[in-house]
């Protein structure tokens, strides 16, 4: 099973960064979650935005509106475990890493084509 978990940030405050000591626990953290497979991916969304719309046929593709600060998702990481329990552990760890603050976290439901198809 899979989980996308996520940190978002108050509009209008800065993101307090982690402290040396949590930034070096969270790169052994993550190298350990990388090398073990339990890191799919990580990354952050950009505040820009791009909409593709179709209507009556016709295509229209704009940048924007853009992610409200308080919507922006800053940093995310795909993990993949084998319960909800251990997700929640980990994530507990990289929190730990982070310092105070909230994570959330959101189970990734499986498909593939033979879902799509039905």
């Known amino acids: 099973m899979q989980f996308f978990v996520y940190f978002t940030r108050k509009d ?7 402290s040396p000591e949590g930034m070096a626990k969270m790169g ?5 979650s990388f ?7 990580t990354g952050q969304l950009p505040r820009e935005t791009i909409h593709i719309k ?22 995310f990481t795909v993990i993949n475990v084998n319960s909800k329990q251990e997700a929640i552990e980990w994530a507990k760890g990289l929190r730990e890493c982070m ?20």
């Not at 209008?12 to 982690?18: A, D, L």
């Not at 310092?99 to 039905?118: C, F, H, N, Y």
Request: charged share 30%; no cysteine.
């Open 28 to 32: 052994n953290l993550m190298e350990e």
């Open 99 to 118: 310092g105070d603050g909230v994570l959330k976290m959101a189970q990734l439901s499986a498909t593939g084509p033979e879902d799509i198809r039905k």
């Open 54 to 75: 179709l209507d009556k046929d016709q295509f229209s593709v704009t940048d924007g509106p853009f992610i409200e600060g308080k919507d922006l998702i800053p940093g």
């Open 12 to 18: 209008g405050e800065p993101m307090n960064p982690p």
């Open 35 to 41: 090398k073990s497979g339990k890191i799919v991916a």
